[in-house]
DNA sequence: CATCCTTATTGATCCAGATTATAAAAATGA
DNA sequence: TCATTTTTATAATCTGGATCAATAAGGATG
């Protein structure tokens, strides 16, 4: 992989209420479970290094085995396939707080590759340590499923956007989508953010060619739903949006391990 | 829900033998790790009851609160949405062996319906209950993320397939998919396999109309790469067919649970 | 500051696949 | 058993979005 890697250096500096907040991935664990101290360390103590990721790199290749959990700290990537016709599908972009190598790392061999759409910063895990960590606290197990549930979720609707979608509610589907996993991390305003991706990569999302992903863009904007200057898009009418888009958000609910306990 | 019930008749009845190897969710759960006389027991104890459900009839509806996990043993279903505009888009299609609520029952709001496509016998199991079996026996979370993880991979290939894919290659990757998931719980032959969905069905999933689907089939079969009479498919070139679709089979490897041990 | 490369924008043509319509065959159920 | 509904099959028309092409506008790089 084309990665630099440097050895986790676990600084204990820094306040940490900084340390829940600021970490992408513990801010969405700690949407489904509570996290003690403790269980932070032992997450920390499975990580194995931090590395940083170059712009058009690949993060992970098709057909490569691989075992290992990537936790994204910052930056952006996209999980595509390349089709023999050189056509390209992206199967979903990738934020900060996601886990790559979920689907990837679970199969013999990947069943498609991640690229890296920024330059990025990502925590590294072997899969073994992880599974270990599960087996000590099965707490995590259950979030890596409800993780894996979420995604599966953006996934679905990501065929419906292709499948039967037109193209305006494409487009507002998935600008909506991103919006909200990135407020979900804490990367956006509530009514506008900064889009990482370009359009090139937006139509091979939406299985759409770029002229015609462009054109639709500009419908929106000349619609007044949304305004983009640069890479900055504010959302002007969020109902009409999301109307369009038959948008709803994927939110889940905590894990039930309390109630579990009380049945146990 | 449109189901009838009938409370959980353990039966110990028939071989051992036979109840690892004839009910479809212990087939998958055994592809991914060992399961022993006691895991199947704390298994059964979380079951609440067995259910049938008739042809036609929604397992789950979009937009409702949904906290039951059903583990399917015969019969088929298919995920889908239905849009403002009447369209319908199919999302996946449920097979013997698969949970159904597994992205749902984890949401807030199930984010889409399932419909029974044949007459269903399905075992229900409350999302509580599994949860607390999973911090006794980790084991089952990690069964858990590993089966949503297969099923992402699935939902990841059939965006390629409405996004990218032609027609044909559509089809071809489907009729593939089935019969590979089918052949997982033992419902194929080897180049042949009862295909239970319409027409009407397929179309909704692969984003495609009715005729146009109807001449695609008819194109495959003119094409010699398969056969078809009634239900039944047969396979006549595999080769070409997988050549065709671009397909590679899913296949997870085992939870690496005893290394994990190791290292622990 | 000049050049190159990436990204965005716009226009013209054309075809794959939707839509609509109709009929035959098969499954369902009363 | 026959009547009704579903499911398959096929043909004719029409259109949305792909494709091809060309340009403009940024951004990066030396």
Redesign the pocket.
């Known amino acids: 992989m084309n990665v630099s890697v440097r050895p986790s250096t676990t600084r204990v500096s820094g306040a940490l209420k900084d340390i829940w907040r600021s970490d992408p991935f513990l801010i969405r664990a700690r949407q489904l479970v509570d996290l003690t101290l403790p269980d932070l360390q032992s997450l920390r103590a499975v990580i194995e290094a931090e590395a940083t990721v170059k712009r058009r790199r690949d993060l992970v290749l098709e057909g490569y085995e691989c075992s290992k959990l990537y936790f994204i700290k910052e930056g952006f990537a996209a999980r595509y396939k390349l089709l023999r016709n050189g056509?390209r599908q992206i199967v979903n972009f990738v934020l900060p707080g996601d886990i790559v190598g979920m689907p990837g790392s679970f199969l013999d061999r990947a069943a498609n590759s991640v690229i890296a759409v920024s330059d990025m910063t990502l925590q590294i895990c072997a899969l073994e340590a992880f599974v270990g960590l599960c087996c000590r606290q099965p707490k995590f197990g259950l979030v890596l499923s409800w993780l894996a549930a979420q995604e599966a979720a953006h996934y679905a609707e990501h065929i419906i956007d292709v499948g039967r979608r037109?193209?305006?509610e494409r487009l507002a589907h998935l600008l909506l989508e991103i919006h909200s996993r990135l407020a979900l991390v804490g990367l956006a305003d509530e009514f506008a953010f900064n889009l990482p991706f370009?359009?090139?990569?937006?139509?091979d999302a939406?299985?759409?060619?770029?002229?015609?992903?462009?054109?639709?863009?500009?419908h929106l904007r000349a619609e007044g739903l949304i305004a983009?200057n640069?890479?900055r898009v504010e959302i002007l009418d969020r109902k009409a949006l999301e109307l369009l888009a038959h948008f709803q958000p994927i939110q889940s609910g905590r894990i039930p391990l309390s109630e579990a306990l009380a049945v146990n």
């Open positions: 056509k037109t193209p305006v370009t359009q090139e990569m937006m139509s939406l299985g759409l060619s770029v002229p015609h992903l462009n054109r639709t863009l500009a983009i640069g890479r």
